[in-house]
């Protein structure tokens, strides 16, 4: 059985996307972004909890505090690249959920009152909106270089001070560059990963 999306889009978004590890300097524009954004908010999350928060890392000032929390390699791969996403879980996000999820609106007392509730349950639908976003860049024709290599308690100290946002991956945004890619490495099979029960 074929997918409903055309073989080019499969390759866009999957087969020939890896991560960039090089970038040129060309641009990665607010209207790509917001492009990029008004499309994946439409990913599921558990009670459209939409805990993710995006923080772009333009001017030299920010980029300059944010390396400053890179290990080894992924300080100079962030500063080499034309913008640079912070990704966090806004731990706040039951808030929102009256407005965002209408048809419970006692939920946000009811499942979300104690803050260990929504560590879990905010981490969890992040890091699931944080793969819509990767995807959304490729849709974009833009690369990702997602990175986890950062003292991400040091980044939220110098970007969130008031401790309500937590930040969780940083991901370099733009055109690939020269050398970007190593060679892509072995996945497991359908019928390692897949079990029918």
Not at 3 to 17: I, M, P
Not at 28 to 44: M, N
Not at 87 to 103: G, I, M, Q, R, Y
Request: aromatic share 10%; no cysteine; net charge negative.
């Amino acid at each position: 059985m074929s997918l409903a999306l055309d073989a080019a889009a499969q390759d866009l978004l999957f087969r020939e996307a890896q991560t960039a590890n090089t970038f040129t300097d060309e641009p990665v524009t607010d209207e790509q972004i917001q492009a990029i954004y008004d499309l994946v908010k439409y990913g599921p999350t558990a009670f459209n909890q939409t805990p993710l928060r995006i923080t772009l890392v333009r001017s030299e000032e920010a980029r300059q505090r944010l390396v400053q929390h890179a290990m080894g390699a992924n300080g100079p791969k962030t500063l080499s690249a034309p913008l640079t996403a912070v990704l966090s879980v806004d731990l706040d996000f039951h808030e929102k959920l009256p407005t965002l999820f209408p048809a419970a609106p006692g939920i946000k007392d009811s499942f979300f009152s104690e803050a260990a509730a929504r560590q879990v349950a905010g981490t969890q639908n992040a890091t699931l909106q944080a793969g819509y976003f990767i995807v959304g860049v490729r849709a974009a024709g833009l690369a990702a270089g997602p990175m986890t290599g950062f003292d991400f308690t040091g980044i939220d100290k110098e970007f969130f001070g008031d401790g309500k946002q937590k930040s969780f991956l940083v991901i370099n945004i733009g055109k690939p560059g020269t050398d970007a890619f190593h060679p892509r490495s072995p996945r497991l099979s359908f019928d390692e990963a897949v079990t029918a029960v």
